[in-house]
């Protein structure tokens, strides 16, 4: 200050360190005040000088102390360890005097003490001791300002808190890469050190890698099985538990023994070696080919081997999985085979009747077997070996093949593994069709017996049938008679004539020669037809057939002339059956006489005429080549060919064309026609529709365009250079003329030479004799070929010029010009050649003809230009092009692109490898003034070098040999930091808005600018923009810290003049603070998220903290802040979805201590569970829990078995939003499954799931195969010593059959018997605690032999005596019928008086019937067995006896005139006709002789009338029999039933014919024989059927009987009898195990009410009869359900527990299995519209409802369940719902609530819904 005074008078001086004069400004402030401002450039004292008036002020001269922070030195700051002292340095020598302030702080900002020890002037040494491990940070002050550096970072370490884990310190799988993973808090690699050692002392080198901040990972691979030692090492000390002990084990080093094939119920064993494989687990499981595990016993054997016992149950292939730490061993898994004799069954044809000479087959069936383990070996008569073929058909099943060469037993004997059949070997019979001979066939006569034999003696055991048929086919009466030894006689009567066919077979083969042929003649008719008698054809057979009944071939006599009357040969044929066909030959054509004879005698129309023609004697001439479009001509000759019809059509392509026929004389003919298609036409020609000879004839239309021209001299061609192309005509199809021009471009004709043929192709050669285009004209056939005229252009390279070369210059564009203007239309190409590269060359077309070629040189070498004009080298080609290599040039400027004005730009011109040559440099300024530069050589350098003095682009032109090197000219910008500025900078700012200031560059020049703004030596983010006027840069930042903020302006990375500036920043909320009043705690849906944010006293607008929650989809949910009257505030939003929801609180647009919260919101109703409903005792049980959309919450699953006991769970991750959990249950029934998320239930739990015993046990035994009616079968079940429930269910055809279970041993073997009381197939099913055995269920056939019953009753078989009536070679047969007896098969057997077995034959004649038949051939005793399915039925054997029969007295007795017969045509006899040449044979000894007896005819018998066929008890049935035409005798009529025989009354009525009648006395199926002279009548013996009196058919049931109805209810039915007629109703009902009571009351009108009171449930069979008879339907089965049981029906669920309301969770399932049928009610009881009821069945659970109620309003709410109206245990439920946590807590800890009261319920609200189980519609259980 100085008043009066003005700044001339004041003189300040000033001087700084060393006396250095420091310049000052002084300006006048006003009112006597002024300001002098200095700036110290160096750290001291500084004196102050000043004079007013010329006299010092007071106190003057003044000391003023400058310090710099700058000169501040930090040094030796380093990493520290907790507990052990750390040091660094400070330098202030040369930062002037000050005060210097140091603090450390540790990670938690806990302010470390440090201690300060002066070393000397201005140096000092700072000590301290950390305490805890992290980043440390250190502040260091001068005078208050941040020292360079600051603030200064060091780690500090804990080796007490480094940790080390993983997999590769545990169970390590050798030679398999491994690691493990150690933790330690700010080390470095270098800092670790870990050594690993293998078995016997060998190091395994690890490798090391840093996978995060101080977390490593280790990387190993062992190579050897044994113990190894891991020792880490943390800066030099071990790890806590180092050194570790890894196992390292290596499953290739198992060894398992051969496994050997084993037997069921035999032991096997095998041997494991595991001595090498290191430590581990050993699991073994064998399982047998149905699954089934198979107990095993492992035996240590000691130094690591093992013996491995098991005992197999069942055949086939077994599987052995052996993993040692759940890896495979080597072989796994391993297989062995068990094989078991007992199931190996044969069948086949090949086990019964075999024939001689083909091959035999049978199956066996051997489960597991292979080709190599069957073996069969077959011994025929004399024990001579059959050869057998045995081949595999599938897996277990194969196929036998021998071939039996004589008849005779053969025995079948079957290995299997080495051991025979239980049921030793099987016996087949061979017979031999061959042996079967049929001899004496002869002619036959109408009405005159034919006789031929049979001899089968040496064929083998077997059935003989013969069936003589008549031309017709309808069968001709046979009788054979025995001759003994197998020798047969059979006989006919033939009624018609022509051919008779003899069917002869032999077990159903047919004999060889049969059917044999007899020929029965009546020469009554002859006649003629045919093609033969009318136009035939000369020179070819022509044919006619004769028709002559019974004739042969010397019976027809032929006699043909022709037309110059000399006979023609004929000949005769069999063609068919009577009839003959005749063939002759004409030679030449004209008119031929047929003349015919049948016995000669001349036919009717004899003369025949027929007329011949020959179409080869047609004449076609003049065909010739034809051309389009004109006529084509050709002649016809038919003089010589006879009478006819003549046919011309001619076709092209299919198509007919159109032609004009002359007639000419003498049958000659002139036919044209006109060509319009170039191909070959067909000229087809017929005569009486045959081709004449050469027809179709081809005419060749040429189409001369179908010629085809190629080749060089077509195209482009070489100006004054021999072409040529070709002309191909060989598509023509013919030879014509050709015709070829050529044309210049200026008009002329240009010689052309012609060579080669049609046949090939023509060759043309011309010499263009100039470039241009020509014309070439080119005819074939007077017609322009395809594509004539050509065009042709010739170019001539010779007159093309090239261009001079320029200098070129390696790796520039090197281009010349080529003129081939003169050269014709052509393709310019180029290639280029240098001694190792090929540049690309470019042919560009500048105008027409004119071209430029370009290329790039790549190589410093003379290069060859080849110049081709369309593949014609250019004259003088190739040419030589040389290049300067300016490559090798470099010039060094990339530091010269900026620089600051006033220091040298320096530049380098490397020369080397390039040629010497002079280097010129021009550089220009800004304004385009020459700056003169400096250029000095150092070898092959050059040096450039020039000043600029002015901002701007300096140019800077570089040349070489006077080439410009590579990239000039050069462009340098210049620059000058003095010339920014900056504006407009505020002194202060405030936290979170914005501060700016400005920086002018105008007159700077070119560069960056660069603006960095730190706070606490950390950059804070700013933005620059530059003004409109482009001069400017506006530069603004927003502070986040309440801390001064340094601002660095640099320009092209210089710092600007006044930089660094600070700037001071205040923030007034530094003590607000936000936080979630749950903590990390997720949040369930629903339920309010809060945050508070505390203010600490701040005075601040709460409308300045902008408060945003984000939910997990991005959406943005409704959160504000609300001031508590505690002085907090309260931040609350809600959400109802799951996910991360994210919550941000703004002060100012800055961020509170706290925020963001991130808060996880979860929803337990998103939560799905996927999985089986049951599982397996010991197995593993899964299911899938799927959290989708469900948000994050700690999962939790809790397994209870049914006796409470808590299984445990392992829970894996499979995904993001998806979780599995196992569990392993231990014991069967329901486990209960309770999964809760976040701490609340998921809804539907618990999960019930049924736990099944793994085990099932096995059955066998003769009672699961076959049964017998009334007898007990039997088998076993072989639980292996397992506990459980065995239950066993016999279902028949129409019964239960009642079996009895019972233990053998203590082994768990149950013997099970039951008695089938009926026959059919039954059904056997086997329950192990409640699931079916394999195989279950059985099927067994059962057969009822007492239902065996025989067609005609057992009378019509046996006598009174009960033996068989049997008689000397005649058969004996009757039917068996086994339609009652249940499925099977019927077989027989007869022995003879000898013992012999007698060939017996059973055959199938209809369902269930059987018809068995045998001939006694000797007298004696028989005895015959019947057997159904292999059981002998009752009343076997049955006796029978043959009598020798007595010789025939002598009859005399006068014949009655037989009846006039019919008129006959005179027979010629013929000769015998023998079809098969007889074998000699021993003549029969002749009959002794009998008086002749009257012939009868029994075939001429009839019987008419509905007594044949049907009848009714009680009524008398009617049937007429007419012997009129019979000849004497008498009817013997017998009719026979299953129950009674019955007597038929036969009235006579005339003329032998007789009235017969009878009246049955029981219904059922009967058996008429008629017989006339001990002769069946045809078609007996008849079936009739009688119906009862009574027609149970027309009883009608209806009611419950068909459905299911529950226990404890009276089954009703209604019976209609009205229809039936009279007869007695009976109804019997029987349950399981007992009978029901059945009660009939009678109705009016035939009408019953049938009621039956079930007295147990299940299935029951009801039989309804009705005169004995089953009515339709009956046996009935009604299934009877249990009945409602509300006891056992369980409830349970959070529904029905008390509760909080917030977080109520109001699901409860209803499981109603086990309850019966029934309907389930759920009623709620509550203040009405305080709740909702949903319902809905459990999809995984269908016994099962999920209920839901969802209450608004806390209080009591009642849940009444009643299961078929009872109510369910526990019901009503009552529910109490609170706010509050401590209201539920004092309400179950007994106490009263006081928010709960029944005075809230006097409006009463009512809500449920139903569900029906078991209803009579839609369920029914047993």
Excluded at 373 to 395: F, L, N, S, Y
Excluded at 1435 to 1446: A, D, H, Q, S
């Amino acid at each position: 200050m100085a008043p009066g005074a003005q700044i001339k008078d004041l003189d300040v001086h000033i001087l700084g360190p060393g006396s250095k004069d420091i310049p000052c400004r002084v300006s006048d402030t006003g009112s006597g005040n002024f300001k002098v401002d200095y700036t110290p450039t160096v750290a001291g004292d500084h004196t102050i000088e000043i004079n007013c008036f010329g006299l010092l002020i007071p106190q003057s001269p003044f000391t003023a102390k400058a310090w710099d922070v700058s000169k501040v030195v930090v040094s030796s700051v380093t990493n520290g360890r907790v507990g052990c002292q750390s040091t660094f340095n400070i330098d202030v020598k040369s930062a002037g005097d000050g005060t210097l302030e140091i603090a450390i702080c540790g990670p938690s900002n806990q302010n470390i003490s440090n201690n300060v020890t002066a070393l000397g002037p201005g140096l000092f040494l700072v000590s301290y001791a950390p305490v805890e491990s992290g980043q440390h940070r250190a502040n260091v002050l001068f005078n208050k300002e941040s020292v360079y550096g600051n603030p200064f970072l060091f780690l500090v370490t804990d080796p007490s808190k480094a940790s080390a884990r993983g997999d590769g310190l545990g169970l390590v799988r050798c030679g398999q890469p491994t690691f493990f993973t150690v933790t330690a808090p700010g080390a470095s690699v270098n800092d670790l050190e870990i050594n690993i050692t293998g078995p016997n002392s060998k190091d395994v080198l690890p490798k090391i890698a840093e996978v995060g901040s101080g977390v490593f990972k280790v990387d190993y691979t062992p190579p050897s099985p044994g113990d190894y030692s891991v020792d880490i090492l943390y800066f030099g000390q071990s790890l806590p538990g180092s050194p570790f002990s890894p196992k390292v084990w290596d499953p290739s080093k198992v060894v398992v023994s051969p496994m050997s094939q084993g037997r069921v119920g035999v032991p096997s064993s095998f041997f494991l070696d595991v001595a090498d494989a290191g430590e581990g687990t050993l699991e073994i499981g064998i399982s047998g080919p149905s699954g089934q595990n198979i107990h095993n016993n492992v035996t240590s054997l000691g130094s690591g081997r093992f013996e491995v016992v098991c005992v197999p149950v069942e055949c086939g292939q077994h599987r052995v999985n052996i993993t040692f730490n759940r890896e495979n061993v080597p072989g796994n898994p391993f297989q062995f085979f068990v094989t078991d004799i007992n199931r190996v069954v044969a069948r086949g044809d090949g086990l019964g009747l075999v024939r001689c000479n083909q091959p035999a087959t049978f199956n066996i069936s051997a489960p597991g077997a292979q080709l190599k383990d069957i073996g069969v070996m077959i011994t025929g008569p004399g024990d001579r070996d059959v050869p057998a073929r045995i081949t595999e058909t599938g897996p277990g099943n194969f196929r036998v093949e021998y071939t039996p060469t004589i008849s005779g037993d053969y025995c079948i004997g079957i290995d299997y593994f080495g051991q025979s059949l239980p049921t030793g070997p099987i016996v087949a019979k061979g017979w031999d069709l061959c042996k079967v001979k049929v001899n004496h066939l002869k002619l036959g006569h109408v009405g005159v017996q034919s006789h031929f034999t049979i001899d089968a003696r040496d064929a083998g055991d077997g059935s003989l049938e013969i069936t003589v048929c008549r031309p017709s086919g309808l069968p001709v009466p046979s009788n054979i008679t025995p001759m003994g030894l197998g020798s047969f006689e059979v006989s006919f009567i033939p009624i018609e004539c022509g051919q008779h066919r003899v069917n002869v077979t032999y077990n159903k083969e047919t004999v060889n020669g049969s059917p044999f042929s007899i020929m029965v003649i009546d020469p009554s008719k002859a006649s003629i037809s045919g093609d033969g008698v009318g136009l035939v054809r000369c020179n070819q057979v022509a044919t006619f057939n004769v028709f002559a009944p019974g004739a042969s071939i010397r019976d027809i006599g032929i006699r043909i002339s022709g037309p110059d009357g000399r006979e023609v040969p004929a000949r005769v044929y069999d063609s068919s059956t009577d009839n003959f066909l005749v063939d002759y030959t004409p030679s030449k054509p004209g008119d031929y006489l047929i003349e015919v004879s049948y016995f000669d005698d001349p036919i009717s129309g004899s003369p025949f005429m027929s007329k011949a023609w020959d179409a080869s004697l047609i004449l076609v001439t003049n065909i010739a080549t034809a051309v389009i479009g004109k006529p084509a001509h050709f002649n016809i000759n038919a003089a010589n060919a006879g009478m006819g019809n003549l046919e011309i059509y001619i076709s092209v392509r299919g198509e007919t064309i159109p032609n004009i026929v002359k007639a000419l004389a003498n049958s000659a003919f002139d036919v044209s026609f006109t060509p319009h298609v170039p191909e070959t036409h067909n000229v087809h020609i017929r005569f009486n529709g045959e081709m004449v000879t050469g027809s179709p004839f081809s005419v060749i239309v040429l189409d001369g365009s179908k010629a085809v021209a190629s080749g060089d001299g077509l195209g482009r061609v070489v100006a004054n250079m021999l072409t040529s192309f070709d002309v191909v005509t060989t598509a023509v199809g013919g030879d014509a003329d050709l015709e070829v021009e050529i044309t210049s471009p200026r008009g002329q004709q240009v010689p052309f030479k012609v060579s080669g043929s049609s046949k090939i192709k023509y060759r043309l050669e011309y010499v263009p004799p100039e470039a241009g285009k020509y014309r070439v004209t080119i005819k074939y056939a007077e017609v322009g070929i395809t594509g004539s005229p050509f065009c042709p252009e010739a170019f001539d390279p010779c007159q093309i010029r090239v261009g001079k070369f320029p200098q070129g210059v390696l790796g520039k564009p090197f281009s010349f010009e080529v003129d081939a203007s003169m050269a014709g239309d052509g393709l310019l190409t180029a290639e280029v050649a240098g001694q190792v590269t090929h540049p690309a060359a470019q042919v560009v077309a500048k105008s027409h003809g004119i071209y430029t070629v370009t290329f790039t040189a790549t190589e410093n070498a003379p290069h060859c230009i080849n110049l081709l004009y369309s593949g014609v080298k250019v004259p003088g080609s190739p040419f030589t092009a040389l290049f300067i290599d300016t490559s090798t040039l470099h010039i060094r400027w990339d530091s010269v692109r900026l620089r600051p004005v006033r220091q040298p730009v320096p530049m380098e011109l490397d020369t080397k490898g390039a040629p010497d040559a002079e280097v010129t440099c021009k550089v220009t300024d800004p304004i385009g003034r020459d700056v003169l530069p400096r250029i000095y050589r150092s070898g092959t350098v050059y040096n450039i070098e020039f000043t600029p003095r002015d901002v701007g682009p300096y140019t800077i032109d570089v040349k070489y040999g006077g080439l410009p090197v590579p990239g000039s000219p050069f462009v340098c910008e210049t620059y000058d930091t003095h010339c920014v500025r900056m504006h407009d900078v505020c002194n202060d700012g405030h936290i979170g808005k914005e501060v700016m200031f400005a920086v002018d560059t105008s007159k700077a020049g070119s560069g960056d600018l660069d603006v960095h703004i730190t706070c606490d030596s950390v950059r804070v983010p700013s933005q620059l923009q530059l003004a409109s006027d482009g001069s400017r840069h506006c530069c603004s930042f927003v502070p986040t810290s309440a801390q001064p903020h340094v601002v660095h302006v640099t320009y092209n990375k210089e710092p600007v003049p006044g930089c660094p500036l600070s700037i001071p920043i205040k923030n007034p909320a530094t003590q607000m603070s936000v936080s979630s009043a749950c903590g990390t705690k997720p949040i369930p849906v629903g339920q309010m998220v809060v945050a508070i944010l505390t203010m600490n006293n701040c005075n601040v607008n709460i409308a300045d903290i902008v408060a945003s929650a984000i939910g997990p989809n991005g959406e943005r949910l409704v959160a504000a802040p609300v001031l508590q009257r505690d002085g907090t505030t309260k931040i609350e939003y809600f959400s109802q979805t799951a996910g991360t929801h994210k919550l941000e609180v703004l002060y100012c647009g800055q961020s509170i201590s706290g925020s963001p919260i991130m808060t996880e919101v979860f929803d337990p109703s998103k939560i799905l569970i996927e999985g089986t409903r049951t599982g397996l005792v010991g197995e593993p049980v899964l299911f899938d829990v799927i959290r989708t959309g469900a948000g994050k919450a700690e999962l939790s699953v809790k397994a209870l078995s049914l006796k409470g006991t808590s299984v445990p769970c392992s829970i894996r991750s499979n995904g993001a939003d998806r979780h599995s959990v196992s569990y392993t249950p231990h014991e069967p029934g329901i486990h209960s499954i309770y999964v809760t998320y976040g701490g609340m239930d998921v809804p539907g739990c618990p999960i019930r799931q049924e736990i099944l015993d793994n085990f099932l046990p096995n059955a066998i035994g003769e009672g699961l195969l076959r049964g017998v009616a009334n007898q007990v079968a039997t088998f076993y079940v072989d639980a292996r010593g397992r506990q459980g429930d065995l239950s066993v269910s016999v279902d028949g055809p129409n019964s239960l059959a009642r079996c009895d279970v019972e233990p053998v041993d203590t082994g768990g073997r149950y013997k099970v018997t039951y008695i089938p009381v009926e026959g059919g197939c039954f059904k056997i099913t086997i329950r192990w605690n409640g699931r079916e055995i394999n195989g279950s269920p059985f099927k067994v056939g059962v057969v009822d032999l007492e239902k065996l019953g025989v067609l005609g009753g057992w009378d019509s078989v046996v006598d009174s005596g009960g033996r068989m009536r049997l008689r000397l070679n005649e058969t004996k047969s009757f039917t068996v019928d086994t339609s009652r007896a249940g499925p099977g098969q019927l077989t027989a057997q007869v022995t003879g008086p000898q013992g012999n077995s007698v060939l017996t034959d059973v055959t199938t004649v209809g369902p269930d019937l059987y018809r068995v038949s045998f001939t006694p051939r000797t007298d004696g005793d028989y005895s015959l067995k019947l057997f159904y399915c292999d059981q002998l039925i009752p009343r076997c054997p049955i006796i029978g006896c043959v009598e020798k029969p007595p010789p025939l007295p002598p009859v005399v007795e006068k014949p009655p005139a037989p009846p006039a017969p019919a008129p006959m045509t005179p027979v010629i006899i013929v000769e015998q006709l023998v079809c098969d040449e007889p074998k000699p044979c021993p003549a029969p000894q002749p009959p002794a002789p009998t008086p002749p007896q009257p012939r009868i005819y029994p075939q001429n018998v009839q019987v008419i009338g509905p007594g044949l066929v049907e009848a009714r008890v009680g009524e008398t049935a009617e049937f007429l029999l007419d012997a009129s035409a019979a000849g004497p005798g008498r009817p013997v009529i017998k009719m026979t039933g299953l129950k009674s025989d019955l007597d038929v009354q036969c009235v006579p009525i005339g003329n032998n014919r007789f009235r017969c009648t009878y009246v049955p006395d029981f219904p059922g199926a009967y058996l008429l024989s008629i017989a006339w002279g001990d002769v069946q009548v045809q078609g007996s013996p008849f079936r009739v059927t009688v119906a009862s009196a009574s027609d149970p058919s027309k009883v009608v049931l209806s009611g419950d009987c068909m459905t299911c109805v529950p226990f404890g209810q009276i089954v009703k039915a209604t019976i209609n009898t009205s229809r039936a007629g009279p007869g007695q109703l009976e109804a019997f009902c029987k349950g399981p195990t007992k009978s029901a009571p059945v009660k009939l009351m009678a109705e009016r009108d035939g009408t019953y009410s049938l009621a039956i009171k079930p007295q147990e449930s299940g299935s029951h069979v009801l039989v309804v009869t009705y005169a004995g008879v089953p009515i339709p339907g009956s046996p009935f089965t009604i299934r009877v359900a249990a009945g409602p049981d509300a006891s056992k029906v369980q409830v349970c669920g959070p529904g029905i527990q008390p509760g909080i309301l917030a977080t109520y969770q109001s699901v409860f399932t209803v499981d109603t299995r086990g309850a019966g049928p029934g309907q389930l009610s759920v009623r709620m009881r509550g203040r009405k519209g305080t709740f909702r009821v949903e319902m809905m069945k459990d999809p995984m659970n269908e016994r099962s409802v999920v209920c839901r109620y969802n209450p608004t309003e806390v209080g009591i709410y009642m849940v009444d369940i009643k299961w078929a109206g009872q109510p369910v245990p526990g019901s009503p439920f009552k529910v109490c719902i609170f706010d509050a946590q401590r209201e539920l807590q004092n309400y179950l800890s007994g106490g009263q609530s006081g928010y709960i009261s029944n005075d809230r319920f006097d409006v009463g609200g009512l809500m449920g819904s139903d569900f029906t189980y078991g209803s009579l519609k839609d369920f029914s259980f047993n």
